[in-house]
């Protein structure tokens, strides 16, 4: 069986669905949907750099084949090294790495200037 680790944002985690519950958001969260197996290490609202400082922390001596990260395009500060420590500690997992955008960071442009 293929062992799905999932690092993230609130979407990762499941905010936004019903209540929050555990149960609810095992049912309808895509980690989840991916895997019924799947381990999430999601935080919500928080950047790479928080799970980049306690990877070793976070995973424990669990072995993974298969880690997904879910982070937003203009959260760059610690994911390289998350993605350094993931590679060390998993060096035969494979590691996928998913981009969020949001409409807003979408710039509108004019022959004068960009704006956000």
């Known amino acids: 069986q293929i062992q799905y680790a999932f690092m ?3 979407n990762t985690w499941g905010a936004g ?3 929050g519950s555990i149960m609810e958001r ?3 969260a895509f980690p989840w949907l991916i895997s019924q197996h799947a381990t999430n290490f999601a935080v919500r609202a928080s950047g790479p750099a ?4 306690c990877t070793s922390t976070m995973v424990g001596t669990e072995i993974f084949d298969v880690v997904v990260f879910e982070y937003y ?3 760059h500060e610690g994911l390289e090294t998350l993605a350094r ?3 060390e500690r998993f060096p035969d997992a494979i590691l996928i790495f998913l981009i ?3 409409p807003i960071m979408i710039h ?3 022959n004068r200037a960009c704006t956000s």
């Open 8 to 10: 993230g944002t609130s």
């Open 17 to 19: 669905i019903s209540s």
């Open 26 to 28: 095992k049912a309808y």
């Open 50 to 53: 928080y799970a980049a400082t």
């Open 73 to 75: 395009m203009r959260a």
């Open 85 to 87: 420590r993931t590679r």
């Open 100 to 102: 969020n955008w949001n």
């Open 108 to 110: 509108k442009c004019d």
